[in-house]
């Protein structure tokens, strides 16, 4: 195959070479064109300025997307809502997201971002009066209330890092419900460390979601733009956690998940 010749004294890069078009007639030529503008995957930002690239990636204009966990509408401060149908809730509207009030198959996305530290989560007199470290968090993404046990099953709620994982397992099930065939789920979450171990939060839920049929589909890496602040370190043993997940899964289609079991 037969390329353009290169100027003089220039050279071929891998990028060039991605994008060079072929000569010879009747042969299938590549298409695009060379970018830096492309969306990438880890970002120094705030979740209001990637989860918009998430949307333009994965997401197509006039979807109806539920944000599930809603709260003051963070990740939504630079995204043009004209373009969706969206339908926003939380536990501050009467809506928990492990018992959607929508049909089987009804929308084309969820987007889902719990609480996603065991502070949040745990039924102790210091949240319950307010304090806390979290406590702030849990006022802006529900209605400042302790989550409870599954509405669903009526289990007692479960304790530390089993809290945040059970929300999530537990959100991820209805949202595979509620998702039409093609669907997207959008989950926003943090690793963290718990009783002075390592739980990598993401995999828990890529691993769980995919055991429902959910297909991985993208990943980005939000990375706080300040420092966080210690209070109280004595012997620190685990890097601290400065960045967090946005993970987007696909319900496949029965055909399409099929086909790739049969590969």
Partial sequence: MSVAPLEEGSQLTLDDELFCQPTRPGRRTQGGVATTSAVVSAHVSGNADVFPQVLALHVPRGAAIADVTYGNGVFWKHVDTSDYTLLATDLATGTDCRDLPYEDGALDCVVLDPPYAEGLLRDTVEHKAGGGSHSAFRDYY?????????????????????????????????????????????????????????????????????????????????????????????????????????????????RKTKSRRDR
């Avoid at 789920?185 to 718990?194: A, M, P, R």
Wanted: hydrophobic residues 35%; contains cysteine.
């Fill in 142 to 254: 529900s209605n400042g209330d302790e989550t409870s046990g599954d509405p669903r099953s009526g289990s007692p709620a479960p304790k530390w890092h089993a809290a945040v994982s059970d929300l999530y397992f537990a959100a991820g099930r209805e949202a595979w419900r509620v998702l039409k065939d093609g669907g997207v789920l959008i989950v926003k979450c943090q690793d963290e460390v718990s009783a002075n171990r390592q739980w990598l939060t993401h995999v828990e839920v890529i691993n769980q979601y995919e055991a429902y049929g959910f297909y991985t589909k993208d990943l980005f890496v939000v990375v706080r733009t300040n420092r966080p602040v210690i209070s109280r370190l004595k012997t620190q043993v685990h890097a601290r956690k400065n960045h967090s997940y946005f993970l987007v899964f696909v319900k496949p289609s029965p």
